[in-house]
């Protein structure tokens, strides 16, 4: 946020408390943010806030407790910096040093540049054509088996009927064994298939406890609840957030610190994040806690959160 959007914001926001005849006190009370962050959001002194997730979430509080339409509140603002004229960058070249530079004249495209940039498409104009061709000898390799097959199993018809012209009685006997083997076969399939459905039904019985999450102990300290050996599967998780009673400010890291989610959760809606197999934890900060339900591959997370709106919460994984 620019200064003096910051400045108009605590201007707006401030007067907004006076209408209303309250206090700074009043609305740490409410909103459980601390005096001299909003005393710096008044001031529109927003460097002086934890960081820029926390401007948006604590200028949404401090909008809803003064009686404000916080989502139009903040669209206002955004709208104000969409207006802001960008600067014509249509006359800029970049030079080979990586250098932008704008009004200048662009030198014209060699053959060897043409010739560089067609590479690329000659490529996989090749290989293109190299999986047609394999995929066409793939075909006619399969198809010249199944002919020669049905060549074999006309001939081996032909000389059955010629033998058994010949012998009735033979026949006979061979219908006999071939009904015994075909109940036989019948038996062993039908045995086979119940071992199957068994050893599927094992498989998925076993998968699914694999999946299953176990969250473990809990200790909180200050505006954080920590989850330290939290078993999990040897595999990606699902995380879901979902919002209840008003819309919720979050963003998910894992333990390295790498933003996997960063946003907002409108109300009655639920964001489902993609944990991957190599985090080790997770870290979420929630900038409106009390209207935030948190689970994790189905497994409901007790925040602790105490009633406070900004909140912290810190898993470890045991794989």
Not at 88 to 106: F, P, Y
Not at 215 to 241: C, F, I, R
């Amino acid at each position: 946020m620019n200064e003096e959007r910051n400045s108009a914001i605590g201007q707006e926001l401030q007067q907004a408390r006076l209408d209303k005849g309250l206090s700074l006190d009043d609305i740490q009370q409410s909103t459980k943010i601390q005096k001299r962050y909003l005393a710096a959001i008044e001031s529109g002194q927003f460097d002086q806030l934890p960081g820029a997730f926390y401007e948006r979430a604590f200028v949404r509080q401090y909008a809803t407790a003064v009686g404000i339409d916080a989502v139009a509140f903040m669209q206002k603002y955004e709208n104000e910096d969409a207006e802001t004229p960008q600067p014509d960058l249509s006359a800029a070249r970049v030079d080979a040093d990586n250098v932008t530079r704008a009004g200048m004249h662009q030198n014209e495209e060699t053959v060897a540049d043409k010739t560089r940039s067609m590479m690329p498409k000659i490529i996989i104009g090749v290989v293109i054509v190299a999986i047609i061709a394999i995929i066409w000898a793939v075909v006619s390799s399969f198809a010249g088996s199944a002919k020669q097959e049905s060549k074999n199993q006309s001939t081996v018809s032909v000389s059955t009927s010629q033998v058994a012209n010949k012998d009735s009685s033979s026949k006979k006997a061979s219908s006999k064994s071939s009904a015994t083997t075909s109940s036989a076969s019948e038996s062993k399939s039908s045995a086979s298939s119940s071992s199957k459905k068994a050893s599927s039904k094992s498989s998925s019985e076993k998968k699914e406890k694999t999946a299953k999450v176990d969250l473990g102990e809990s200790n909180v300290s200050g505006t954080t609840v920590t989850y330290d050996s939290v078993k999990a599967p040897n595999k990606a998780m699902k995380m879901q957030l979902k919002a209840e009673d008003g819309s919720s400010w979050m963003q998910v890291s894992d333990a390295a610190g790498t933003v996997l989610w960063n946003g907002t959760v409108e109300d009655s809606k639920t964001q489902e994040v993609d944990i991957p197999t190599s985090a080790n934890g997770v870290q979420v900060s929630i900038g409106n806690a009390l209207a935030t339900k948190v689970s994790l591959n189905g497994k409901s997370v007790d925040l602790q959160s105490n009633n406070a709106s900004v909140w912290h919460l810190n898993m470890n994984f045991t794989r």
